[in-house]
């Protein structure tokens, strides 16, 4: 190939000009001829290497083309969908229970973050604040996107409480008050949406079940119709046609 014949040129070239930087009597000894005839060859070699690597690499590039095929499998965009509707749902009961929470005749203690200036030092000591409002927010934008990752900031907000006011201060024990009462409207939402599921799951079957009695009686009802329906008589003139025969 040109490539070739154009790095062999090139090796030629730059092995005569270093012949002529040696001394004559140098290039006419033997072992010189040997060291300078290995040197040549050992350059061609690699730069015919680095060619044929090139051309590779160009083949393969050219070749790879993006396949266009359709998939068979769905998109992810279908495959979300689903997920999207269920968050959504979720996303509308989960409220429900944030605005019972914010309705505590103490969640005012809890609905903004604390102040340095409301209570000094309280960022040396709690290094994960939570509020109410806090709670909100990354419901909506999806940093909380399940039961318990609501219910965990929602203990975390009642144990950054604990642990910076004393137990005989009045603020730990409106916390430990609205803790209890949040808790029992936390496990009744939880219970009313583990029967909401289960009796969903139970009607279904039992719809199904239904349906599969009423088409078995359906099925019985006709069977003995069809054995007890009687003999279709003949018509007046297949009966003449027999007496003719007769």
């Not at 054995?227 to 018509?235: G, R, T």
Request: charged share 35%; glycine share 2%; with cysteine.
């Amino acid at each position: 190939p040109p490539s070739r014949m154009q790095s062999s040129h090139e090796g030629t070239e730059e092995e005569e000009e270093e012949e002529e930087e040696c001394p004559v009597k140098t290039r006419k000894s033997p072992a010189f001829r040997r060291h300078w005839l290995i040197r040549s060859r050992k350059r061609r070699y690699e730069k015919d290497e680095s060619v044929l690597s090139t051309e590779d690499s160009e083949d393969d590039l050219s070749s790879a083309q993006p396949s266009t095929a359709p998939s068979p499998c769905p998109s992810q965009s279908e495959l979300d969908s689903e997920m999207v509707q269920a968050h959504r749902a979720w996303k509308k009961s989960i409220m429900l229970v944030w605005r019972t929470i914010a309705q505590h005749k103490y969640a005012n203690l809890f609905l903004h973050r604390v102040k340095d200036d409301d209570a000094p030092g309280y960022y040396e000591i709690i290094h994960r604040p939570m509020d109410l409002t806090t709670i909100k927010k990354n419901t909506e934008c999806g940093a909380i996107r399940n039961d318990i990752d609501f219910q965990r900031d929602v203990l975390l907000m009642f144990q950054n409480a604990f642990m910076y006011n004393k137990s005989n201060y009045h603020v730990y024990v409106m916390a430990e008050e609205m803790r209890t009462d949040v808790m029992e409207s936390i496990q009744d939402y939880l219970a009313t949406k583990y029967v909401v599921q289960t009796s969903g799951t139970k009607a279904l079957r039992s719809r199904e079940g239904r349906v599969g009695e009423l088409q078995e009686e359906d099925r019985k009802l006709k069977r003995p119709l069809m054995e007890d329906s009687p003999a279709v008589s003949p018509s007046p003139s297949k009966r003449r046609r027999n007496k003719a025969d007769e």
